[in-house]
């Protein structure tokens, strides 16, 4: 697997047509709407962005979408691309391949359907000519992250979750990584932020916590502030990523990215955080939140980011379905141009 900055043919997203990621509220409903369409539309400046849409949900897709997007027609339940989608991989033989992750709904989750998203991953590989990659355990795009040494952060409430992979190990688990993605290192967090671990969640995904930056640093999410939960979670997990070494066996180059002053939701306390980005050919895309810590958080990215500019998109209303701009979107490598 490609690290996600490597060269990109592609931007992958999938529409929020229905469900609950739209609820019952039109004018919620609306708001995710315009913020999916604001990711794509604002990706759409810099390369080629594909939206999966259900058949059902297309006159509202062309209504928000610029005609740069390239719409296609695929049946989904959700519009969470990172997770349902396939994972890209590149051959030693340059050849583009996709890991189509088994997927049930985030273990199962009794609010979630996945007749439809289940088959994404494989739909997606097909319409991007890659050789599809089978896998038989459950995993989502956004509970790894790597680097371009062999090195994969994870979860164990996610990977071990028993409504995901009941028995599994954590060496079944690397093994299947190491056949998959081509990584020989695995990293292991605990668990993930606290909202995270509520009921319409992913139960710890890694890519609202850490994300590996091309310079050799892993960006990791810091709450300083101790009233919240996620400050005593990610104080665990930082010392954890402070022992811990890659696939070079070299200790890792830790920079905090600070959370948004704000703590809280209509829900309780929020994960609002800006790992949780995308880094695409000649930008980054950082969810923003109308905070004092907005601009702190683009200066550090701009640092790490030579070359990139540094755009922004007010998340809220993605946030408030359970995610950021990394779990809406998927990078597709550009073949025999990967690191």
Not at 34 to 53: D, G, H, P
Not at 224 to 253: K, Q, S, Y
Not at 305 to 326: D, K, L, N
Request: proline share 6%.
């Amino acid at each position: 697997m490609p690290p996600e900055w490597a060269p990109q043919r592609r931007i992958w997203m999938a529409w929020p047509g229905g469900g609950y990621v739209l609820g019952d509220d039109e004018r919620k409903a609306e708001e995710t709407r315009r913020a999916w369409s604001a990711v794509a539309n604002l990706v759409s400046e810099y390369q080629e962005v594909v939206m999966a849409v259900d058949p059902d949900a297309m006159n509202a897709a062309r209504r928000h979408l610029s005609s740069a997007v390239a719409i296609v027609p695929e049946p989904l339940n959700d519009a969470w691309m990172r997770d349902i989608g396939p994972t890209f991989v590149t051959g030693d033989d340059g050849r583009l391949g996709a890991v189509a992750w088994t997927f049930n709904g985030w273990g199962g989750q009794d609010w979630a359907q996945w007749d439809k998203d289940e088959k994404i991953g494989v739909a997606v590989a097909r319409r991007a000519g890659a050789e599809v990659v089978s896998s038989s355990i459950v995993n989502e795009g956004g509970a790894i992250q790597v680097d371009a040494h062999g090195t994969v952060l994870a979860t164990l409430t996610v990977q071990l979750d028993p409504g995901r992979n009941p028995g599994a190990t954590t060496d079944d688990i690397e093994q299947e990584f190491e056949r998959t993605l081509g990584t020989s290192k695995t990293v292991w967090l605990p668990r993930g932020l606290w909202r995270d671990a509520q009921p319409f969640a992913t139960r710890g995904h890694v890519d609202m916590m850490a994300a590996f930056a091309p310079d050799g640093t892993l960006l990791v999410h810091d709450q300083p502030d101790a009233g919240h939960p996620d400050h005593v979670i990610m104080r665990e997990n930082r010392a954890i990523l402070a022992e811990a070494t890659d696939a070079r066996d070299r200790p890792f180059d830790i920079v905090t990215l600070p959370a948004p002053t704000i703590l809280r939701d209509d829900e309780g306390f929020a994960d609002f955080n800006y790992i949780n980005h995308l880094v695409i050919n000649d930008a980054v895309i950082m969810p923003v939140f109308d905070d004092p810590m907005d601009e702190r958080a683009a200066a550090i990215l701009a640092e790490h980011y030579p070359g990139r500019e540094i755009r922004t998109v007010e998340a809220h209303a993605i946030f408030a379905q359970g995610g950021g701009v990394h779990c809406i979107t998927q990078q597709e490598p550009l073949i025999d141009a990967t690191v």
